[in-house]
């Protein structure tokens, strides 16, 4: 029986046996991809009235172990945006930023605030204006030789700014890290 390992962790097998052993390494692969699934509330942000707030959150630490042989790590943010107009002038928006740092480093970023949603102001303004949206995005880190040397860490910081009678709110839904 021939065994061919291909670089994502599938296994190929050509003969009529197949023991768990000669699989194992699919499933240690599959195991390393997806490192967290984040649901909670650490980042989710709120500003209601001119102004703005800004929260973040320490994803949990990547062993070096999980970072052999990968080059990524892929950052997905899925999260509900909602910006309302209350007023002629009242422009909302949600920003996120990224950081990353191998383990006992210090934290670069990698994403400078980036407008996540946002609703302009509207001239003649009559009615009150609220928005609510599923909202995505996916970043891919590219790891350094300190990353898979000391582990890698990832921190995500929201932004929510408004006008006057404006209110901008993002709630994080799940945020998902794998290792590519």
């Keep these: ?42 980042f989710n942000t709120t500003i209601t009235g001119a102004g703005s707030n800004e ?11 999980k970072l052999t042989g990968a080059t990524y790590i892929k950052i997905t ?18 920003e996120y930023k990224i950081q990353t740092k191998y383990t006992g480093g210090a934290y670069v970023t990698r994403i400078g605030y980036n407008t996540l949603y946002s609703l302009d102001h509207q001239t003649n303004y009559t009615n009150s204006t609220s928005t609510g949206s599923v909202v995505t995005t996916v970043y891919y880190y590219t790891l350094s030789n300190d990353d898979k040397t000391n582990g890698a860490q990832v921190k995500i910081y929201t932004n929510c700014t408004a006008g006057t009678n404006g209110v901008a709110e993002f709630s994080n839904t799940n945020t998902i890290i794998e290792v590519i």
Excluded: P, W
Excluded at 9 to 35: K, M, P
Excluded at 55 to 65: K, M
């Design 1 to 42: 029986m021939a065994i061919k390992n291909t670089k994502l962790g599938g296994t190929d097998i050509s003969g009529e046996l197949v023991a768990d052993y000669d699989l194992n390494d699919t499933f240690n692969a599959c195991a390393r991809l997806t490192t967290q699934v984040y649901t909670g509330t650490g």
């Design 55 to 65: 929260d973040s959150h320490e994803l949990d630490a990547i062993v070096a172990a």
């Design 77 to 94: 943010i899925v999260g509900k945006a909602d910006c309302t107009h209350n007023s002629e002038n009242a422009s909302s928006k949600i």
